[in-house]
């Protein structure tokens, strides 16, 4: 067995923890995608009344706070993301009084709802659109983005995003996908109308948003061209990408503008979450939150962590460099899945023990942990023909050979991450009745799948669901301080950190690598509260971690 010895001392690198914290900074988020979550009608789609189904298994596990991604109406091109009324709902998923419903039930059991605001763009099946086409550009019809010839501007997805209409003779500007054209929120009138659909879901009850690529929401006014750039391949920590800089087109300062004016009508409504979506590095992405004091978005994802590497430098140093821009009042959101990209356990392949320790860390580190549905039990990635692909960006990326996308860390068909998801091991794992599901149901599920684990007391579901549970339970875990332990003083590969809130104090040791490990522990530091394995053990002031092994411990 291979050991090593270490001391531990603390370095304090973030602040003292903030009496008075908005109910958003300590929460955990679970991110469901309505039609791949359970369908109770039987057309092989996800739905609400799935969703009220499955309340109960979401509560149990600890969750606090659901993000659903959009069930408005919407031709569905991009599943969603491409809305014609944001104040309805799509009949696939069911109806406004389903809505309503998913919203009460979710309170009944003490918990929050988020919905998935997509403010930047609309579908161009939206009457808003329809109407900016059919008046032409006389006619004084300038909801969207318009212009008579093509400045250089690329899109998010490569390509230039100037869409030319026909029936108006000119072209709108389209951040994203072709569809989906941007609103253009220089005029009041569309701001005033989407701040009215907003204040329709906070009216219901929504206790916030989450807001689709809220980075680009204003664009140059004067529409100049963006510079060129080297980048070919925009990434977590700048969007700049297929061979320009995005000076132009993504973070403008009216768009942090706009995130204190959105914070402004939320607040009519009292305490309600704003988590953006946006990119660029640290310090660009917590403009949004505001400068110094904690008032634009209240939220905003870190997705650096999308690419994380498997090691407990790289992880000492995320949160080093997180604590540094995101010290109190402000406060980190840690992604590492979504509806967008490769889920976390890939990166790892699909090992569960590893699993383990990266759910430990997004639940123990200073920040809001934001889960997507089925990383709990470990489900993997399916594999799916790109020509199969329903996904848009899989359509818009099929001429590439597949192999480049592997070769670079990335899934270009979202198809793959957002197969249903596993309830048990009977006809397309419990998902839903129909012979024919939306997309395939990932040809694992009988080995992985929420029942099963419910049932096996070393599965990755019931580790999870400890996690969350102490982490409700403690308020050191919840909104405690952090202080690493310098990593000099550790054996190599291994990583701690103490959370503090009060008298509250846990410390938390994972072990990243495959060796044996041995710590020692600060004088009282000896009592286990939680370990990955029955493996890790306390003799006096000595921790032995296993392979791959974590603790958390409180003072004796
Ligand atoms: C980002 C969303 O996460 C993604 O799923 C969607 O396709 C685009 N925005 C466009 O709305």
């Not at 988020?114 to 006619?139: C, I, L, R, Y």
């Not at 049932?455 to 403690?474: A, C, I, P, W």
Request: glycine fraction near 6%; aromatic fraction near 14%; hydrophobic fraction near 35%.
């Amino acid at each position: 067995m291979k050991k090593s010895l270490a001391a531990i001392s603390f370095v304090f690198i973030t602040f003292h923890t903030i009496a008075q914290m908005p109910w958003y900074h300590h929460t955990t988020i679970y991110q469901i995608y309505p039609r791949s979550f359970y369908d109770s009608n039987g057309d092989g789609i996800g739905d609400i009344q799935g969703i009220i189904q499955k309340l109960d298994h979401v509560k149990e596990m600890g969750y606090e706070t659901i993000w659903c991604s959009p069930f408005f109406k919407s031709p569905q091109q991009d599943f969603g993301y491409d809305i014609s009324d944001y104040c309805d709902i799509a009949p696939e998923y069911g109806t406004m009084a389903d809505a309503q419903q998913l919203i009460d039930e979710v309170h009944k059991r003490g918990m929050k709802i988020v919905f998935d605001m997509v403010m930047n763009h609309t579908s161009v099946e939206h009457p808003w659109f329809k109407k900016d086409v059919a008046k032409g550009k006389d006619g004084n019809a300038d909801f969207y983005i318009w212009a008579d010839k093509p400045n250089n501007w690329k899109s998010m997805t490569g390509g230039s995003g100037w869409q030319y209409s026909k029936e108006r003779g000119q072209y709108f500007w389209a951040s994203f996908l072709p569809f989906q054209p941007d609103l253009n929120y220089r005029n009041p009138e569309v701001k005033k109308l989407m701040l009215d659909n907003v204040r329709f879901w906070l009216r219901r009850g929504v206790d916030g948003f989450r807001l689709d690529i809220f980075n680009v929401i204003y664009k140059d006014a004067a529409l100049r061209d963006n510079p060129f750039s080297w980048k070919a391949v925009p990434d977590e920590k700048n969007p700049d990408g297929f061979f320009q800089k995005f000076k132009y087109t993504i973070n403008q300062p009216e768009s942090m503008q706009f995130a204190k004016e959105l914070r402004a009508v939320c607040e009519e409504f009292g305490d309600r979450m704003l988590l953006g979506e946006v990119s660029g590095d640290r310090k660009t992405i917590r403009k949004f939150s505001g400068d110094e004091k904690n008032d634009g978005l209240g939220l905003v994802f870190n997705f650096e962590m999308l690419r994380y590497k498997f090691k407990a430098s790289y992880f000492h140093k995320l949160v080093e460099n997180i604590e540094k821009d995101f010290p109190n009042p402000f406060m980190p959101v840690y992604v590492f899945s979504n509806h967008d990209r490769r889920r976390s356990i890939k990166r790892v392949k699909d090992d569960m023990q590893k699993a383990k320790l990266l759910h430990l860390f997004q639940l123990t580190v200073r920040g809001v942990p934001c889960m997507y549905y089925g990383e709990e039990i470990g489900m993997t990635d399916a594999r799916i023909k790109f020509k199969n692909g329903l996904d848009p960006i899989a359509q818009k990326m099929r001429k590439y050979p597949r192999f480049i996308f592997d070769w670079a860390g990335e899934t270009p068909n979202r198809d793959e991450l957002r197969t249903p998801m596993q309830w048990n091991a009977n006809t397309n794992a419990g998902f839903s009745t129909n012979a024919k599901t939306w997309l395939p149901v990932n040809n694992n599920y009988t080995t992985i799948n929420v029942e099963k684990e419910k049932g096996d007391e070393t599965s990755l579901l019931q580790f999870v669901q400890r996690v969350l549970k102490l982490r409700n339970d403690m308020g050191a875990l919840k909104n405690g301080d952090i202080e690493f332990v310098e990593r000099g003083k550790l054996p190599k590969n291994v990583l701690a950190y103490k959370r503090k809130a009060g008298n509250s104090e846990i410390l938390v040791v994972m072990n990243f690598s495959k060796s044996e490990k041995s710590v020692q522990l600060p004088d009282n530091f000896s009592n286990v509260l939680l370990s990955v394995s029955p493996a890790e053990k306390v003799t006096g002031n000595k921790l032995h971690l296993s392979s791959l092994g974590a603790v958390i411990l409180s003072r004796q």
